[in-house]
């Protein structure tokens, strides 16, 4: 065996620049395939991470209530004492049961409003921060104009630099917010311009923050109440399991209720996206008290998710039409080798040498071909994902969201490496084969001879 | 047979001089009432064509033209956009307490609110409705006044439920005729928000409309939108109008 792997690792050498041709036309396909794999993996971690930041956690929880005209109203009312479990409410007990995986846990309230300075009026999603209560929250900001406000200030306005931009106002200036109560109501409020902030992922999905109470005035949810509770979790990867948990403990809609037609916004931004407050129909059950939906990173990236795979697939179906292509020059290749090396095999069946041995030398040949082009396309895939890396993107387009600090990622994940490295092989041997096989079976008189 | 039955134009606040004094002897719920029954169409069904310029200091001046059909008893109406041609075919179809907003582009039907802005004007999709005031709203005072060349009274209104667009208003209406000649229109916090103009009105079948509506944006310096109803009709429509069927056949 350890002689035949010998011979076979020979004769990969003996016509350099054919295996080099056939190695180079391998490792431009696992080139393709490799730096595509990182890609949409790169993409999905940044997209990830980018969602993670503008909803805020890995958890999401949104409670609603029916009014007495059966207006759908989003609000939370129970309490989850200062952040903490065990404060006697279904969702206070309900957190507590997943306490241990909770490493942040944020009240918010959100809302779509128009923000107006003289003339000038921009649609922007508004969200109510508790950043008394949420000590960490003002200090992960980027700030690019003006100061974090102080706790008293209870009508600050933080902008993203667009927004502020657009309406053209300043740090100081007052801006009017047009909002509508949770049930549709028309609503103003006074802010002061205390910062402007750097976009945290699309322009669109931008969030200008105000203080949780002030909010609270103006979309007439009471004192205390709120919207959204964003759970951070140690392990993301938990978050479906947290969920579970939290769906077992919180009444919430029957499962066909469920499958709603997407908002396209973040979850928990009412009406924010062309769906206005609803009204639930003549035809449906009514339900007391708080009716909780819960969703995960998993949900809102799922959509992202199938895209991705639709790109693995399609890589992997390119990459297999190139190995493909390829292979057909290897079955040519190995079969202008079997006339070149017909005295050789003879000889090497005179003395001794059986069939399968000599089948084995070539399947092994082409196999060292395959894994040649394989290091070779990995380590051109590595320079070329290096390179790529490197480039600064403009940031100031929606092609932030999928960068990550204004540059591509790359993430190779090692099963995509293997499967392809497995498909190569196959497609390798399988190509080789037949003319393996023909070699096989040349008697050695013939051989001799130098005819096949 | 439409007879116009009143005309003003009142668009400066100058023209407004209130002598304030109490009118607490004034049936103020019979009153509201009474603006319901005149604006309201009962058995009859209406019929216009609404004309909207939108005026926006930063985006210009905007043309809509639409066609309206109204039915009070069902609390049914259909708008449907034909101008500009980039919005033809859009529809809003209110049955009940649901209304319905089409887009022609994606064939489909999405549910939206009285309270919404119509097609980023300044009018509001429940100004195309009859008009509650006795129920949604209760006075917290009454004054006499005069309005231009008119006596009124001037309503201040607070809502009675979370059903309406605005939680407070304050309308001025003819002490002769009960016609409301203009509103200002305030958030929950009580910041004028918006002020209306009814200048002019026509009797249509049982029911006195106004023809001409002037919507002022008081947040947006500059804003405003002037809604113009011709071809007034209290003729029969058939059911079939008030259905997403129809909307949808309107547009192949």
Known sequence: MLGQLRIAFRNTGRQKKRTALLAGAISFGVLVVTVLNGFTGGVSRNIERALTDLIGGHVYISGTELTESRLIVNVI???????????????ADAVAEVEGQIAELNRRSRTLGT???????????????????????????????GALPGPEARNALILPESAADRLRVAVGDQVLARVATVTGQQNVGEFVLAATIEESGITAFSSAFVRLDYLAELIDTGAGEFQLLHLYLHDPR???????VLRARLPTAPEEERVQEDAGGPPGTPGAFGGGVSRLPADEEPWDGTRYEITTIDDVMAQASDLFRVLDIVSLVVFVILLTITMVGVVNTFRMVLLERIREIGTMRAVGMQRGAVRAIFLMEAGFIGLLGA???????????????RLTLDTDTPLQFFLDAGR????????????????????????????????????????????? | MIRRCATALLMTAGLLSATASWAADIDVQALLAEIDR????????????????????????????????????????????????????????????????????????????????????????????????????????????????????????????????????????????????????????????????????????????????????????????????TDLSAAAIPDSVFTKAYVERANR
């Open chain 1, 77 to 91: 009312r129970d309490s989850v004492a200062d952040g903490s479990a065990g404060g006697g409410s279904a969702l």
């Open chain 1, 115 to 145: 923000l107006i300075f003289g003339s000038k009026q921009v649609n922007q999603i508004i969200e109510g921060v508790d950043w008394v209560g949420e000590p960490g929250f003002l200090p992960s900001l980027s700030l690019t104009g």
């Open chain 1, 238 to 244: 938990q978050a479906d399991r947290v969920a579970e």
């Open chain 1, 375 to 389: 290091l070779f396309g990995l380590v051109l895939a590595a320079a070329a994902m290096l390179i790529l890396s």
């Open chain 1, 408 to 452: 591509l990622t790359f993430a190779v994940p090692p099963l995509s490496v293997a499967t392809n490295l497995a498909i190569l092989l196959a497609l390798s041997l399988l190509a080789a084969f037949i003319p393996a096989r023909r070699a096989a079976r040349v008697p050695p008189s013939v051989a001799l001879r130098g005819s096949a």
């Open chain 2, 38 to 229: 005149q604006r309201t169409f009962g058995d009859q069904d209406f019929t216009a064509v609404l004309t909207l310029v939108s005026e926006d200091p930063e985006e210009g001046v905007e043309r809509t033209v639409a066609q309206q059909f109204r039915r009070d008893t069902d609390d049914a109406f259909l708008i449907l956009i034909r101008d500009p041609a980039v919005q033809r075919g859009q529809g809003y179809l209110r049955q009940g307490d649901n209304l319905w907003f089409y887009d022609p582009d994606s064939r489909k039907f999405s549910h939206t609110s009285l309270k919404e802005a119509f097609q980023d004007t300044d009018a509001r999709n429940s100004d195309f409705g009859d008009v509650k005031y006795a129920e949604d709203y209760t006075a917290r005072t009454i004054e006499e006044g005069t309005l231009g060349k008119y006596a009124v009274y001037v309503l201040d209104l607070q809502a009675t439920s979370d059903e309406v667009t605005y939680p407070f208003l304050k309308a001025w209406v003819t002490r002769e005729g009960g016609l409301v000649l203009k509103t200002e229109d305030y958030s929950l916090t009580e910041r004028l928000m918006r002020t209306s103009y009814y200048p002019r009105y026509a009797r249509v079948g049982s029911a006195v409309v106004p023809t001409e509506m002037i919507f002022v944006d008081e947040l947006v310096e500059g804003k405003k939108t002037r809604i113009s109803m």
